[in-house]
């Protein structure tokens, strides 16, 4: 076991998804910056809102989910790849899953959240997710058997009509090519209810277009491998189950036990977690009491920025400014060749829309590919 001495210093950042990277990232160009410190378990970074392109086939996957050594190298910031099992604030102390310890100055919780299942029976043991590499793969394996079986009456089911499930049923519908069909299933009364009037209408447009059967104000109440039971008391038949319901965060095991708001960890509008001046924490997995703003990459990433000044300020003896978001508007693909986006003055659907989705997702974001660094600059909103 190996235990570093204690430094005060010393920024950890713990999990190098959207936030996490961006904060070590922003952080690793400050001067003066101390000694960085991102610990995330896996080798490449997933640019998850462009998973439906590689499904696809529209993009590959060095583009899609580049290694962290190459995202970085040359930015003077130590990777660990490791899980975080114990943060301690007393101690100021951090325990990975090898039994490395740490000791940190500040530390930056970014671990994200995971997939929901609130429960219901069936969903963790037989239906698919769409968050992973690994899950893109067994959608590709499911695709590639629904078009070589050709069964007149093959269906796959989609869970959550938000935006993960509206945007992957119409790439699936587009890619299954009339080979099984589409069921997305909703609770709610209405498709993407929490994204702009406009693009919640071209999204209506194009799963009716694709001929996706919609079946609103309808909960799923058990997952069995070859059918689902819904509240309705219908059951419907599938070849495979697409759960994108719900998230809840991913958070390592802490003590003492943080303030939690729903779940997620509480902090000020200046990202500190409340009770503690040299611990933050940014995206999925943190809420604001003060000011609430949706879990998305684009919060995410800009968290990462403002947690790396803010992070400058409390080591220059200052308090933290306030977070203040910038909504940049949402892009939601739509299938094959197809999206819509609303933002910054602008609405605009179809193959334009597509391109313009595309290109945003390739400009910016240091040591990413070109592919990537589109996202970046509608994300962060320059
Ligand atoms: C299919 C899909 C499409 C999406 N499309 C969009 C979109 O178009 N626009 C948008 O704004 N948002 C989109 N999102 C949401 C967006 O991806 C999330 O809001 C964003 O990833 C949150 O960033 P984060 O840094 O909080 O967490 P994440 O990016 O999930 O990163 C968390 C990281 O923490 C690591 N980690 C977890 N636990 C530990 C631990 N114990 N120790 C160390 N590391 C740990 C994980 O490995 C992970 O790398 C999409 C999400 C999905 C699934």
Known sequence: ??????????????????????????????????????????????????????????????????RYNRLLSHHGINWIQERVTTLDFSERRIKTASGQQLNWGAV????????????????ADHA???????????????????????????????????????????????????????????????????NAAFNRERAAAALEKRDVTVHLKTAVTAVHPDRVELTNGRQLSHQGLIW??????????????????????????????????????????????????????????????????????????DPPQPFHFQDRGEMLSLGLGDATLTGMGVTLAGPIAFQIRRAAYLTRLPGLSLGIRSASAWLLGH
Not at 108 to 123: L, Q, Y
Not at 146 to 155: E, S, V
Not at 182 to 190: A, D, K, N, R, V
């Open 1 to 66: 076991m190996h235990e570093d001495p204690p430094s005060t210093d010393a920024t950890v950042i713990v999990g190098g998804g959207f936030g996490g990277l961006t904060a070590a990232l922003s952080l690793a160009k400050s001067v003066p910056r101390g000694p960085i410190t991102l610990i995330e378990p896996r080798d490449r970074f997933l640019f998850q809102p462009l998973l439906y392109e590689l499904l696809s086939g529209e993009l590959q996957s060095w583009e899609v989910a580049p």
């Open 108 to 123: 930056v919780v970014a671990t994200g959240a995971r997939t929901n299942d609130f429960g219901i029976p069936g969903v």
């Open 128 to 194: 698919l997710g769409f968050q992973t590499l690994e899950d893109v793969n067994s959608l590709r394996n499911k695709l590639r058997e629904l078009r070589l079986q050709r069964r007149p009456d093959a269906a796959l089911v989609i869970v959550g009509a938000g935006p993960t499930g509206v945007e992957l049923a119409c790439k699936m519908a587009d890619l299954l090519e009339g080979t099984a069909r589409l069921h997305l299933i909703e609770m709610g009364e209405t498709v993407l209810a929490n």
């Open 244 to 317: 994108t319901a719900g998230s809840r965060p991913n958070l390592p095991p802490m003590s003492p036990d943080p303030m939690l708001v729903g779940g997620r960890l509480a902090i000020g509008s200046d990202l500190r977690l409340i009770g503690h001046d040299q611990a933050f924490a940014i995206g999925d997995g943190s809420c604001c009491a003060e000011e609430s703003w949706p879990a998305t990459a684009q919060v995410a990433m800009q968290q990462g920025e403002a947690v790396a000044k803010a992070l400058l300020a409390t080591r220059g003896g």
